[in-house]
């Protein structure tokens, strides 16, 4: 067998992590399989050379950020490399530029085009442990790229697909997928399997267990994905196209407070208005997410909507050099709330799921300030400091604890 087997960043913290996971390794080699290992970088190295870099300037060049932070991951697969040394198995370290893992030139946030799998084949047929690193790639200017916070997934599945390997691992530090952020709710369960899909969702939620574009990779290419434990032999949860037999109506709860809502008030109720609002922020790459409009009343609309925290400034600075061309009399920024969604492939199939999580937000006093659906979730926005009450009344009502 071939196994990917990615680690992240708590994974190799330190040094008896790094032994660890070199001891976990080696066990899947001496039973005779093929092994690649993906690492990021160790503890919280990036953010601490994300520090360094805007100490030395807050607008760093993009390149020079890439160039930096691909060396948290550089470090890691050094030392894996070492440990592996001491414990006596063959391995052998290789950054982006030696697998030549070829990415666009998006700086930050690159995309992977293609993965030579040549050099890693050879390493493997002299059985070699091969550790590589994630969230780095080379660009066609042969400059390092790194592919955007939380990356080393995407590397991991982008190599899992690439070397059509049996398996493909994803280690963290929790056990796998949960109902909802265990730390919110002590109880949540952990979920045996779930969908691409609703990983997906799940992902883009607030659930940061895996990265959002590994998962969109992964269901592209077809590559099954277990997410576990470096720390314990629990089984994880397990990642594919479709989930379960018997199914769940609601699969988990997510919160996601990295969220501020803006409205534009007094717009004309007149067509092309909201065109106008949605393509100025789309042309200054302004990700706009959940959209609100009320009725007309007296000749004038309001429009809502919602974007990542770190999008305001460049919102209002949008707003306010459009107010004449949006025909707006004001506008509202809201920092202090939260999206609070469920996620779940039956929902589709099954009336009264909006109905009843609107239930459990009503017995928990919550207002809710936006609504929007998709097939398979429903999102509100609520106050912040509601946002965890909300999951707790909702996971509750689901009864999606153990
Ligand atoms: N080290 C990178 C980060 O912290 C990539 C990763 O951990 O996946 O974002
Ligand atoms: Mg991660």
Known sequence: MLIV????????????????????????????????????????????LIDLAHSINSHAPKREMDMLLAVGEQISVACMGMAMHELGVPSVSLNAFQVQMHTNSTYGAAKLKRIDTERIRNELAMRKIVIITGFQGVNKFDDVTTLGRGGSDTTAVALAAALHADACEIYTDVDGVYTADPRIVPNARKLPEVSYSEMLEMAS??????????????????VQLVVRSSLNYNEGTVVKESAK????????????????????????????????????????????????QSVGRGGTKDIAFTVAKNDVEATV??????????????????????????????????????????????????????????????????????????????????????
């Open 205 to 222: 939620l607030g659930a940061k267990v895996l990265h959002n574009r590994s998962v969109e990779l992964a269901k592209k290419y077809g």
């Open 5 to 48: 087997k990615k680690f992240g960043g708590s994974s190799v913290a330190d040094k008896d992590r790094i032994y660890n996971v070199a001891r976990r390794c080696i066990e899947d080699y001496q039973a005779g399989n093929d092994v690649v290992v993906v690492l990021s970088a160790m503890g919280k190295t990036t953010d601490k």
């Open 317 to 402: 600075e949008v707003i306010k050099e459009n107010m004449d061309v949006f025909t707006a009399e004001s506008y509202e920024v809201e920092e202090d709330v939260a999206k609070v969604s469920i996620i779940g492939a039956g929902m589709t199939s099954n009336p009264g799921v909006a109905a009843k999580m609107f239930e459990a937000l009503s017995t928990g006093g919550i207002n809710i300030k936006m609504i929007s659906t998709s097939e398979i979730r429903i999102t509100v926005v609520v106050d912040a400091y509601n946002a965890d009450r909300a999951v707790r009344y909702i996971h509750d009502a689901f009864a999606l604890a153990e």
């Open 245 to 292: 037999m018997e199914k769940m109506i609601v699969s988990g709860v997510a919160s996601d407070k990295n969220v501020a809502r803006i409205s534009v008030m007094g717009v004309s109720n007149e067509p092309g208005i909201a065109f106008k609002v949605f393509n100025c922020l789309a042309k200054n790459k302004i990700n706009v997410d959940i959209i609100l």
